[in-house]
C-alpha cells in the first residue's frame, strides 16, 4: 500500500503521545553539547566506575582536545580516526572532532593491525584518537604503510584517567581482569613516542580553538560498514542526518531525568546515537561499561537506579544465566529495547513475568543512522522490527522489478527518511546501486527481507546480501575469506554462517588446504591464526577441510550451497 494513496497502517495504531514527525534544530552536534553544558553545568553526563564526568566538564575537556587537534593541523572536513573501547574520553574525543569542525571515523576497537590500515588509507586518516591499549595496533598498522599515506599525530588516552582516584565502591567496580585491562599501558618504541601524545598532556595545554564553523549539512562522521564485496565503507552522515534520530528520544520517554546503562560499543551506530548523540541532545546520564560482564551489569542497573538500557537480547541471555540475576535491583528499568538479532519468545516473557518489562525491539542500520523502525513501548510486538518511526516512509517491494507490494507480502525493505545517509565514501557506484525511487522519493535498499502486518510492524524474513549476525555484530563472509587467504596452508575458503544456541550464528570457514599442507596443519590452527588477524567477532569458531568448493560454470564459489548443506538458511 503506498503512502501516496492512503494513509500508512501504522498510523493508526501510532502512539497519542507523539507527533509523526520531528521539528528537527538547524544546528550542529557540537551545539547540542554546548546547549546541555549551559542547561546542566553540574550534572553527570557521564559515569565510569563512580567517577563523575559533568557537562560542564565535558564540554571543557573536548574544548582543549579540540584545540589541540587544530594545532597539530585538523582542519574543516578533515577525517580523525577514533579508536578505543566505551569511555569518558570516548564522547569527549567525538565533541572535540565537531567543535574543531572536523569528521569522526569511528573504528572498531576489536580490528587487528592488518584490519586498522584500511582506517587510514581509505579515509585518508592523518589523526588517530585511541587508548593505550590499542596504541601499538595503530603504530603496527602504520609502520606497514607507505610514508605518504601514515598517520602524523596519535593522541593517546588511559582508561583509568577517567577512573576514581582511590578505592572504587564496590558496587560498581569493575572485576579484577578487567580493572587490570583498564590500567594497563603496553610500552611503545621510541618512533611510536615520538609521534604520540597523552590525552592527559593536550588536556593540560587548555588550547583555546577556532570558531566553531561547521553547518548543519556539513559531513559529521564516516561509519564504515562492509559489504558483500570488498573492503568496508565509509558511509557519510551529516550533522543533519545524525541529528534527526538524536533528537528522537522521546519515543522511549528519554529527557534529562534518564540514566542510560552504555554498553552497547560507542563505535557502533547504535551506541553512538544513544549514548554519545541522543544523551547529549536531552541531558541525560549515562554510566558507562567498557566491556561487558553479567555480574558488573547486574550491580550497576542496581546500584545506579538504570533507567533505560538499550543492549542486544545475549545480554539479557547471558544475565538471566547469572547465579545471582535474582539478586539485582531492576525496579527502576523503565525501558528495554533493542536490536541486532530476536528476542527468544522465553526470555521476553520472563523479563514480563518476573520484572513487568516489555523488551522493545528495533531496526535499523548503519546508512539509517540506526533506528528506522521500532516497536513502540507500549504496544510492542515480540520478534518484530517495529514501525517505521518519526518521518520514515518504509515499504516492501519485490527485490528484482522494485515494484511495491501488497501486505503481507515477502520482499526487501527499503526507507526514505530524514536520517538516511548521504552515500559511500568515494563509491558512487555503490551509492547509486543502493537507492531506487518510488513516488518521487529517494528510498534506500536495506538488503533485508521482510513482510509488514495489516497493522504497519515490518518482520524480517531473510537476508538478500550476504551476512553472519553473531550476537548483533555483522560479518561480512567477503572480508574474512580475503583475510583467510593470507594463511600460507589455504588455497581456498568459503565462509558461512553456522547455527549457534547462544550467539544466534557463528562464523565457520570451509577450507581447502594446499597440497603440502594436508595433513600438517589442523582445523585449530586456522582457528587460532585468525585470532590473531582479525576481529575476534569475524573470526571462525568452526572450520571444516574439504577436497574442493563448490562452483559454477563460471568458476564463482557456490557459497549458497554450503550454506543450504549447513542446515537451511542462515538465521535471519
Known sequence: MSE?????????????????????????????????????????????????????????????????????????????????QNCPQFATACYAVWCANAVLVPVNPMNRAEEFKHYIIDPGTRVVICSADLAPIVHAANDALPQAERVRHVLVARYSDAMPAGPIDPQQAPPATMEQWLRSEPALDAAAHAQSTRWADALALRLAPGPHTAQPDDLAMLPYTSGTTGLPKGCMHTHATLMSNAVGGQWSHAGPETVGLAVVPMFHITGMMYSVLGSAYVGSTCVIMPRWDRELAGRLLSHCRVTHWTCIPTMVIDLFASPNYRSFELSSLRNLSGGGAAMPQAVAQRLLDEFGLTFAEGYGLTETAAPSHANPPERAKLQCLGIPIFGVDSRIVDPITLHELPLGEAGEIVTHGPMLFKGYWRHPQATAEAFIELDGKSFFRTGDLGRMDDEGYFFMTDRLKRMINASGFKVWPAEVEALLYRHPAVQEACVIGARDSYRGETVKAVVVLREQAVGRTSAQDIIEWSHAQMAAYKAPRIVEFVDALPKSGSGKVMWRVLQDREGGQAVP
Open 4 to 84: 501516496s494513496n492512503a494513509a500508512a497502517p501504522h498510523h493508526k495504531i501510532w502512539p497519542k503521545r507523539l507527533p509523526r514527525e520531528l521539528v528537527v534544530p538547524r544546528t550542529t552536534l557540537w551545539f547540542n553539547l554546548e546547549v546541555t553544558a549551559r542547561r546542566y553545568p553540574d550534572k553527570a553526563a557521564y559515569l565510569f566506575f563512580g567517577q563523575v564526568l559533568s557537562y560542564s566538564q565535558l564540554h571543557e575537556q573536548a574544548r582543549a582536545i579540540a584545540g589541540w587537534l587544530q594545532s597539530v593541523g585538523v582542519g574543516p572536513g578533515d577525517n580523525v580516526a577514533l579508536f578505543m
